[in-house]
Each structure stands twice: as structure tokens, then as C-alpha cells.
């Protein structure tokens, strides 16, 4: 896992399986086998160190995305609203729109975490 995640015990082990096993968003009430206490902490740890994206819904309710692990700071995710499966995109063209905004727009962007929401190929294709 991460290197800013503080020591190494078995309810982490038991966390880092089960985040990294979900294709789509979770919630805390998805984690099975640990406490709830033990989860949040998790989730703020992990949040905190960039493992999980917290997202709130509407009605203030918390999904997590794991974000595999890569160099690059910027994350674009595509979220499939049927399936819920979660793709990591890295794309030339977000550097050019990053520029767009900063040119354009005169905001200094200085990292940058998205997601956007859709239908998938299979689900598009399979509905």
C-alpha cells in the first residue's frame, strides 16, 4: 500500500483486500469483518493519503473510490451509472484542457481529481 500509511497490522490487511476487490463505489456499511470504528479511521486514513476518493451523494452520503496506484497526481475516473464499475483514464488530452482552463480561464490548476459519470461500452452495448 502506501508509503504514508503509518504501520502494518491485519485489519489492514483485511482493509487493503477488500478496497482494492470493489470495481465501483463502496461504502463503509460494504466493508464486512471489521469494526465500524476500525473502518472509518480506514477510510480517513486511506482518504488522507490519496488511496480512497471520498465522494458525497446528494443526500450527504459518502462513496469511496480506491484509486490504483500510479506517478501521476491527476486522476480522471469514469464511473459507469448502471454497472458501477470505475475506470482510471489517463489521457493526453487532459493535459490540453488543464492548459485550456489555465489560459483561458487564468485559474493555476495545481492538481486535479474527476469524476465523471456515464454509461460504459458493455453496459451501452448489453442494455
Known amino acids: 500500500m502506501a508509503s504514508n500509511i503509518k504501520y502494518h497490522t491485519n485489519n489492514r ?8 476487490s470493489f470495481n465501483r463505489p463502496f461504502t463503509a456499511k460494504d466493508i464486512p469483518h471489521l469494526s465500524t470504528t476500525t473502518t472509518y479511521r480506514l477510510l480517513d486514513e486511506y482518504e488522507k ?28 475516473l469514469l464511473e459507469c451509472t448502471k454497472c458501477h464499475t470505475i475506470y482510471h483514464i489517463d489521457c493526453a488530452h487532459l493535459h490540453s484542457f488543464t492548459k485550456h482552463i489555465s489560459k483561458k480561464h487564468g485559474f493555476e490548476i495545481s492538481n486535479y481529481q474527476l469524476v465523471i459519470q456515464g454509461v460504459c461500452e458493455f453496459c451501452k452495448e448489453y442494455a
Open 13 to 20: 490487511d483485511k482493509f487493503d483486500e477488500i478496497i482494492k
Open 49 to 76: 493519503a490519496g488511496i480512497l476518493k471520498k465522494v458525497l451523494g446528494p443526500d450527504g452520503s459518502a462513496s469511496y473510490y480506491y484509486i490504483e496506484p500510479c506517478d501521476d497526481k491527476n486522476h480522471l
